[in-house]
């Protein structure tokens, strides 16, 4: 007997499918859409040609008027025949009609961007503020090195000597891909990115600017005013970075860490769990476990995020921070290393995408002489606090210097110069990354017209951004107004050692997330398949929900318990691969999508047919949803994909078997279909 007929396209279905639609429209979208950011060089162009139209430029003020285009440079000056490329350039314009001299933004990292930078409101009231591109890492030309990701990715631990031979490779194998790719890798570095801001000068007609730096950037403005000092009115730089600091020495490291240990035995709270912070920091450095129950601990991994972490001293950069790595330390040395497996995960998913790795390289090669004197002495202190964790990273064990070529001019600057321009040197007392003890005594002798403030209790850059905005916004502004420091709107910053987030609480809270929503996930599909095996089936508003919004929990409990498998089975296998995402997530939707569409009367056959297929296209969609973005978003394109594939198919094949009016049940329960509910969609 035939099942009753049901009408191809009734109003569930047509919902269903429009959201099908809209989502897969969704992820076609950010998957293929073009990079609004994207520059190439125009045709018939020549070298020095800015191009600029009007835009908008978004800060934490609002939107600003800008001109945005871009600037047309050589790839390597010293090649006559040298192709071009184009450096992205942004002028967010000054809202007085007379505006003073323009400020020039220079980022940190190396390896960041230049164009992004949301405090440009605070300046650009008397000044028409300036963003250039740093080429390799914005523009026509971008070092990319997903070898180097995907290196990193695959390691066990980030300070082992199989990750730095690894790491070696992946630098060594992107510069020769890029080679073969036709990309002049000596045309890149920090000399070249300062002749880059001088012919953005030159083109927008400017005859002196000023310059706000940070961090690796203070290095550029450093060579911009040993190179183009007549170019020059006045510099400010925060976090400052003097030649040969593109390296950390662990005594100046302990130096700081011993500041915090000072302001610890101030606080009520801080003093009541550690007599001595620095002492107790290194004791607990000397013995980090190996696993947190059974959720794994990477040593070199914790030492990383502990050093980053240390560098900002406020709750602005958290999930890493200073009082949130320290409070961690206090808590391992009570037993409690749940902090340590947080930021050993935490490394582990986020510092393989961390920088533009060609473009850091490039970049850091200007301290590559210090870099082989460093490594081929020995370098490490074994009586540190913390070692050198930021120096072994950054530089592989000291492989970086001898992977990725040299560029040109890179020995030019390899020590500090003197310079007349007027300068501002600005550093947080406690910054782990550019100490201020560095600017005074490697840099501030060299400028007869330079200045230095130390904030107390602050931090790096990221510090000096987010705390106490209007004293830092005075501070820069008259200095450029008049030369004049005016530090006078600060008041007494006192580091806070109880922050409301810890990185104990966020381990504890992943690891119940992660464990809690795994079995959820488990329980969920044995009870739908259970239910079906018996013979049922879920009804119409049951069904939809669970085809429609339950795919999200069982998307990241599928995540997350394959996250749990590889951290625990497979140390070398990456968390952020497409593989571990379409097996994880495509699985556990496919197989719960059909359990909610299935019927346990159809018969064997039928049901093999909606299982293989919603599977199956759950992985396919899976796989399309994760490539449609990147990094923690990609889980949630991935979901969305794969429960989009699953649902898809298993309408049409309704649509299929409803046309042919075909009887879907097991012929022992033929009389059972007369009385059958239709399918849900």
Known sequence: MKAPTTRLFGPARIVALVLIALAALGLAYLRFSPDAGSVSVPKGAHAGELSLHPCNYATEKGGYAADCGTLVVPENRADPQSRLIAVPVTRIRAKSEHPAEPIFRLEGG???????????????GDHDVVLVGYRGADGSSVLDCPEVESALSHSAD???????????????????????DGVDLAGYGLTQQVDDLEAARKALGYKRIDLVSESAGTRTAMIYSWRYPKSLHRSVMIG???????????????????????????????????DDLAASLKRTAADIPDHWFFLPVKEGNVRIASFYGLMESTSESAPISGPMTLSTFLSAADGDASGFWFQSLLARLAFPKQFIWGQMAAAGRADARAAKRYFSSGGHRSDSILGDP?????????????????????????????????????????DIATPPQVATKELLPYLPNGHQVVLAGLGHTTSFWTEQREAGSRLINTFFESGRVDDSLYKPIKVDFTPDVTQTALGKGLAVAMVGLA???????????????KGGRFGRKSGASLRSLYPVVLGLGGWFLGVMIVIT????????????????????????????????????????????????????????????????????????GAAVAANLILILLDIAWDRRAYDRFAATNVHESVEARPSIV
């Open 240 to 274: 400052v970075n003097p030649p040969g600091n593109f390296l950390w020495d662990a005594k100046t490291t302990d130096e700081q860490i011993r500041r915090y240990a000072t302001l610890c035995s101030k606080d009520d709270i801080c003093r009541n769990r550690t």
């Open 158 to 180: 980030f300070l082992g000597e199989k990750s730095f031979r690894a790491y070696g490779d992946a630098l060594r194998a992107c510069a020769h891909r890029l080679t073969d």
């Open 569 to 640: 089975t497979m140390p070398t296998a990456a968390l952020d691969g497409e593989l571990l995402a379409a097996l994880s997530i495509g699985l556990p939707i496919g197989l719960g999508i059909y359990l909610a569409w299935a019927n346990g009367g159809w018969s064997t056959g039928n049901k093999a047919i909606g299982l293989a297929a919603a599977a199956a296209c759950a992985l396919v969609g899976a796989w399309l949803g994760f490539n449609a973005t990147d990094g923690l978003l990609a889980v949630i394109t991935t979901i969305v």
């Open 519 to 533: 079995l959820l996930t488990v329980l969920s599909l044995l009870w739908m398949a259970r239910r079906v095996l």
């Open 390 to 430: 930021g120096t072994k990273f950054i530089w592989g064990g000291g492989r970086l210097a001898e992977a990725w070529p040299a560029n040109a001019n890179e020995n030019e600057y390899g020590r500090v110069r003197t310079s007349k321009v007027e300068t501002l040197l600005i550093g947080g007392e406690l």
């Open 110 to 124: 190396p390896g960041k961007t230049n164009m992004k930078f949301s405090a440009a409101s605070r300046f650009a």
